[in-house]
């Protein structure tokens, strides 16, 4: 038979975790320039299976789409 562990939760950080030095948002700015998420409804993620095959078809649909000017 497994024993079983009960996890405790803490109300406080364990003391070898020290954050009193940090900054909120330090990197938030950097993070966001590099960074363009974007959720994929479950059926469209079906047929993508990755970011290479995403970028793929829609570069394939921006070749083939109007230019607009002054845009």
């Not at 940090?22 to 994929?40: C, D, E, I, M, P």
């Amino acid at each position: 038979m497994k024993s079983t562990k009960t996890k405790t939760r803490r109300s406080e950080p364990r003391p070898e975790y020290d954050f009193s030095a940090g900054v909120r948002g330090k990197y938030a700015s950097r993070f966001a320039q590099g960074t363009n998420l974007v959720k994929l409804e479950p059926d469209v993620a079906k047929v993508f299976r990755d970011s290479r095959s995403v970028n793929r078809a829609l570069r394939n649909l921006v070749g083939r789409a109007p230019r607009r000017r002054g845009g």
